[in-house]
């Protein structure tokens, strides 16, 4: 009786084919490790301590004295990025975490790519860090990072300009170059793009002008407004634009207007800050508003610098002159907290009312932006801090400090922002941070 199955022989392997299948194994071992050598993942490296810091509260009163506690590099941020608990610093291409105290990092991220910006954002909900590198598409590698632990939390990659603007807003970020902008909710994934767009989906996805150059944008509540010059335009226009597409995919327009007239050759009007009803826009001087809101006998007479409010649809509401320089000394370095708004004219310093966007003060012989304090709005001057109260702007008082390596014709601006009960100022590149005295 035959057997129901039988043993096959096994086939003869010749030298050739065992040959063949080391070279194949050495090829993938080679490809394996060109891979990983030229990948992000062996140029990235995160450093933590394993300690959290606990968020910082917020200060009782304003400190009597402030002393130098340290400094650190940061050329890609220009206002203080501040966590819940920590300070971040980015600069050649590592971002930082740092203990308020002592400026020891608590965690270190770190790419060999060009950092182009570096921001904190939804320090009331996520509390994360986001990092932009440039590469060969731009400003386009987007990495987020916890806000206590600098682990990933995200990332995502798109075009991009070879340079950009984070600005952060209540529930989304804006990224923003000269040719193109995006928004990013808190998961990065992008609400919309807007101008330059070089392999569109849908075509008729986005108004219908070209050769835009954006000179400004903010955020609001569900809006952002942008400044901008487009082929054609005989001035500067303020387009305001929804934050995410329609249910059509489209971007949503809710209004564009020429402001300016005449020329578009002197500095542009900034866009300084958006609440969810009007929109405040710095206006030099340099070109004549449109529409004209000045009286008909000074229609000869040298303009100056005004905030101008528009109605989040794009609509001129009133106008408000102030001391200031034909443009900003730098877009976009306004500071929101505690119901006021404050910017930097070069001259003083505006305060606006956070909602109404309605200039309250201005302060003269102010160094840049604010912030408040236990209930008094803290303004960096020559010798320190001018201590301020917020509802008639009288100064209150004065704390004086030293500001090493900081030199005014040289590096003009001081954001200042605060940190419980410690003061974090940036000038240029570097972050400054002032506490008690022991």
Known sequence: MRPRWSRLAPERRTRTDLLISVLIVVAVLVAGAVIWWFSPVRHTTLDQSGRIVPAAERAAEVPA?????????????HIPALTRSLVVTGDEGAVAG???????????????????????????????????YRDSRGCSEVTALRADTGARSGARSSDADDAVELVAGSGHVLAQGRTRLETWGSNLVRGIEYGRIDAPVKPDAQPQRTGCVISSAVLGTDRLAVVEHCDGDSGYRLTVLGINQDDDEKVRQFGSTIITRGTADGPPPAVVAMSGTTIAVYDGGANPPEPDTAPVADSAAPRRAAVRQFSVDGVQQRTNTVNGQQSLPRVNASITGDGLTTFWTGQATVVLDANSMRPLFQVPQTLGPGQ???GKLLLPIDSGISVRDPATMRETGTIGY???????????????????????EQWSSTVAVYGPPD
């Open 98 to 132: 740092r203990d308020p105290a002592t400026g020891t990092p608590v965690w270190r991220y770190h790419r060999n790519r060009q950092l182009c910006g570096v921001l904190a954002a939804w320090t009331d909900s996520h509390d994360t860090v986001l990092s932009v």
């Open 372 to 374: 408040v304090m236990a």
């Open 402 to 424: 030293r500001r090493d390596g900081y030199d005014r014709d040289r590096d003009g601006q001081i954001a200042l922002r605060v940190l419980g009960d410690r003061v974090v």
């Open 65 to 77: 004295a402030l002393v130098p506690l340290w400094q650190a590099p940061s050329a890609a941020t």
